[in-house]
């Protein structure tokens, strides 16, 4: 399966990324490389196994519904790249 | 005189508790040597001076942590430009653990980018060098730990693994580096790359250190509901003797094509040691593994990646790009925050769990994984630990693999089938190819740390490995 300039550009997207003309092209070569090697896979005739998305069998886990100290207004917006009073500013929304 | 090159941390610790040194006098000797030596290795991309409380106030051991691991008040990148200047505002499990031994941060390590990478070549901070051939790479991700530990710039550190990052830097600087069980170690406050597959370890000089290391760390964490109790206690190995212990030699984990001679060579010397030792050796098949191992994991590990990584936004940390608008400023950061391997790996994972592929991709690698952990499983019941090489090659050039991905994704061939059922590994020096050192692999069952401990720490003690790089004795 191979992936073109079309489909690459509708990936980069859905994945957010701003991709440079240059970059396009040399994704596009390393992406189908990749992506040639990985579909290896389905050489395997799997039809019957069932997948496997996490290496334990840890079924479930419960917290105690309590309430305890968690991290500041302050604290969680420490690290913002601009904040406004007790938010995270970002710009306005636009067309898309 | 302190002599960090040779300095383990079980020595550290005797020498601190006898009241030989001070903490202080040990932490200034590390600094000393990193003021010395790092500016050629570049293994740290942040030193601390001890003087906070967050570098931890204790009077013990200091200690390195890949810069993956969150840590508070001490700036954490994950060695990417997107992360640059992000200052965790607590600290991961590991390092509250860490702390409440009294051990000190010495600093942040170096690592490809999000942990992405075989060499550190892929660090948006320069790469880190060997201390055996600095023109050569100290493997990856985790190469800034094992480059530090092999350099004496820390007498051991943390390390994180995905699907090598702790066993093959440790193969290629010639140190003791575990991957531990998935679920053994809190993955809190780690920056998350592949949530099922990521695990933090320790690397260290000797197995004994290694396993004092992966003791603090290891245990249930009511903040990672994937962690669990540790069946049995860590035990500090001590014996030289593996009578009764059963070792299986997968075939094609020790003939993969393109296992250089001299690391094939190194491990077999290996192998006829532990059967001097009393273990019984016999041959065994991992095919499927070895075969499909790698495409499932450049399929898994990546689509988890593209989730992870969607976080980076530009809107509660890390860097953010001017824009006039919100979906221009998120597109336009990630463009100039992320380097090119996360950028491919987002964009073959989110290719691979998009609509119409995710069947023929994810869903079909998630039933590759189970064929691989039932593989595995099987050779269990009839072996205690298998052997195999670490890393196929010694450490290689700078610069040689950097122009082809595929060719670096080939560096974690040998380590990758275990990582993707869950399994414990550890690495062992076993010797020098070309002057550069070999490291041998042992994988066990689930929880079977102490297994690969007695068997890596009484070859260890046959081999008489010199872990001081040549060039720096």
Same mark, same amino acid.
């Given at each position: 399966?191979?992936?073109?300039?079309?489909?690459?550009?509708?990936?980069?997207?859905?994945?957010?990324?701003?991709?440079?003309?240059?970059?396009?092209?040399?994704? +596009?070569?390393?992406?189908?490389?990749?992506? +040639?090697?990985?579909?290896?896979?389905?050489?395997?005739?799997?039809?019957?196994?069932? &997948?496997?998305?996490?290496?334990?069998?840890?079924?479930?886990?419960?917290?105690?519904?309590?309430?305890?100290?968690?991290?500041?207004?302050?604290?969680?917006?420490?690290?913002?790249?601009?904040?406004?009073?007790?938010?995270?500013?970002?710009?306005?929304?636009?067309?898309? | 005189?302190?002599?960090?090159?040779?300095?383990?941390?079980?020595?550290?610790?005797?020498?601190?508790?006898?009241?030989?040194?001070?903490?202080?006098?040990?932490?200034?000797?590390?600094?000393?040597?990193?003021?010395?030596?790092?500016?050629?290795?570049?293994?740290?991309?942040?030193?601390?001076?001890?003087?906070?409380?967050?570098?931890?106030?204790?009077?013990?051991?200091?200690?390195?942590?890949?810069?993956?691991?969150?840590?508070?008040?001490?700036?954490?990148?994950?060695?990417?430009?997107?992360?640059?200047?992000?200052?965790?505002?607590?600290?991961?499990?590991?390092?509250?653990?860490?702390?409440?031994?009294?051990?000190?941060?010495?600093?942040?390590?170096?690592?490809?980018?999000?942990?992405?990478?075989?060499?550190?070549?892929?660090?948006?901070?320069?790469?880190?060098?060997?201390?055996?051939?600095?023109?050569?790479?100290?493997?990856?991700?985790?190469?800034?730990s094992a480059a530090a530990v092999s350099g004496g710039l820390?007498?051991?550190?943390?390390?994180?693994? @995905?699907?090598?990052?702790?066993?093959?830097?440790?193969?290629?600087?010639?140190?003791?580096?575990?991957?531990?069980?998935?679920?053994?170690?809190?993955?809190?406050?780690?920056?998350?790359?592949?949530?099922?597959?990521?695990?933090?370890?320790?690397?260290?000089?000797?197995?004994?250190?290694?396993?004092?290391?992966?003791?603090?760390?290891?245990?249930?964490?009511?903040?990672?509901? @994937?962690?669990?109790?540790?069946?049995?206690?860590?035990?500090?190995?001590?014996?030289?003797?593996?009578?009764?212990?059963?070792?299986?030699?997968?075939?094609?984990?020790?003939?993969?094509?393109?296992?250089? &001679?001299?690391?094939?060579?190194?491990?077999?010397?290996?192998?006829?040691?532990?059967?001097?030792?009393?273990?019984?050796?016999?041959?065994?098949?991992?095919?499927?593994?070895?075969?499909?191992?790698?495409?499932?994991?450049?399929?898994?590990?990546?689509?988890?990646?593209?989730?992870?990584?969607?976080?980076?936004?530009?809107?509660?940390?890390?860097?953010?790009?001017?824009?006039?608008?919100?979906?221009?400023?998120?597109?336009?950061?990630?463009?100039?925050?992320?380097?090119?391997?996360?950028?491919?790996?987002?964009?073959?994972?989110?290719?691979?769990?998009?609509?119409?592929?995710?069947?023929?991709?994810?869903?079909?690698?998630?039933?590759?994984?189970?064929?691989?952990?039932?593989?595995?499983?099987?050779?269990?019941?009839?072996?205690?630990?298998?052997?195999?090489? @670490?890393? &196929? @090659?010694?450490?290689?050039?700078?610069?040689?693999?950097?122009?082809?991905?595929?060719?670096?994704?080939?560096?974690?061939?040998?380590?990758?089938?275990?990582?993707?059922?869950?399994?414990?590994?550890?690495?062992?020096?076993?010797?020098?190819?070309?002057?550069?050192?070999?490291? =041998?692999? =042992?994988?066990?069952?689930?929880?079977?740390?102490?297994?690969?401990?007695?068997?890596?720490?009484?070859?260890?003690?046959a081999i008489g490995f010199d872990p001081v790089p040549e060039?720096?004795?």
């Amino acid at each position: 399966m191979a992936i073109d300039r079309e489909q690459l550009l509708h990936v980069a997207h859905l994945a957010r990324l701003e991709l440079r003309e240059d970059e396009i092209e040399r994704l +596009e070569a390393q992406l189908n490389d990749i992506l +040639e090697a990985v579909s290896k896979v389905s050489e395997l005739d799997l039809a019957d196994v069932p &997948p496997t998305s996490h290496p334990h069998d840890v079924v479930n886990v419960w917290d105690q519904d309590e309430p305890r100290p968690c991290l500041s207004a302050e604290d969680a917006l420490a690290n913002a790249p601009e904040r406004e009073g007790d938010f995270f500013k970002v710009p306005p929304g636009g067309a898309a | 005189m302190i002599d960090t090159l040779r300095l383990t941390a079980e020595e550290a610790k005797r020498l601190l508790e006898a009241r030989e040194i001070s903490g202080a006098e040990l932490f200034a000797a590390y600094l000393a040597a990193i003021g010395e030596r790092d500016p050629e290795l570049h293994c740290y991309l942040h030193v601390c001076d001890g003087s906070t409380e967050d570098e931890g106030g204790g009077e013990g051991i200091p200690i390195a942590v890949k810069d993956v691991i969150g840590t508070k008040g001490i700036p954490t990148t994950a060695g990417s430009k997107i992360l640059e200047g992000y200052v965790p505002v607590y600290d991961s499990t590991v390092v509250e653990r860490l702390k409440a031994h009294g051990l000190r941060i010495l600093g942040k390590t170096n690592t490809d980018e999000f942990a992405m990478g075989s060499s550190t070549e892929n660090s948006a901070f320069g790469p880190s060098h060997n201390p055996w051939d600095p023109s050569r790479v100290p493997g990856g991700s985790g190469g800034g730990s094992a480059a530090a530990v092999s350099g004496g710039l820390a007498p051991w550190a943390l390390g994180s693994d @995905t699907g090598g990052s702790i066993k093959q830097p440790s193969a290629l600087c010639g140190n003791v580096g575990l991957r531990p069980t998935y679920g053994t170690v809190s993955r809190y406050g780690i920056v998350a790359f592949a949530s099922s597959l990521d695990q933090v370890g320790p690397v260290a000089k000797t197995v004994r250190d290694c396993a004092y290391l992966y003791s603090i760390i290891a245990g249930r964490d009511e903040c990672d509901t @994937t962690t669990v109790e540790l069946p049995q206690p860590v035990e500090l190995p001590e014996g030289a003797d593996l009578k009764g212990l059963r070792v299986g030699v997968p075939k094609e984990l020790n003939e993969a094509e393109g296992i250089e &001679p001299g690391v094939a060579a190194a491990v077999q010397a290996a192998i006829a040691k532990l059967e001097e030792l009393g273990a019984e050796v016999g041959e065994c098949s991992l095919s499927l593994s070895v075969e499909y191992g790698m495409p499932c994991y450049y399929l898994i590990a990546p689509a988890e990646a593209s989730s992870n990584l969607a976080r980076y936004d530009g809107v509660r940390y890390g860097y953010r790009a001017d824009a006039a608008e919100r979906l221009e400023m998120y597109e336009r950061t990630r463009n100039e925050g992320f380097g090119d391997e996360p950028k491919r790996r987002i964009m073959v994972g989110t290719y691979a769990l998009s609509a119409g592929y995710y069947d023929a991709y994810y869903g079909q690698a998630q039933k590759v994984r189970t064929v691989i952990k039932r593989e595995h499983d099987a050779l269990f019941e009839t072996f205690d630990a298998l052997v195999s090489p @670490t890393s &196929p @090659t010694v450490a290689f050039p700078l610069g040689a693999r950097t122009a082809d991905p595929l060719a670096m994704y080939l560096c974690d061939l040998l380590t990758i089938p275990s990582c993707m059922a869950g399994l414990p590994g550890l690495n062992v020096p076993c010797g020098l190819s070309e002057g550069l050192p070999v490291g =041998l692999q =042992l994988i066990g069952p689930q929880f079977a740390e102490n297994t690969l401990f007695r068997i890596g720490h009484a070859l260890e003690q046959a081999i008489g490995f010199d872990p001081v790089p040549e060039r720096l004795r």
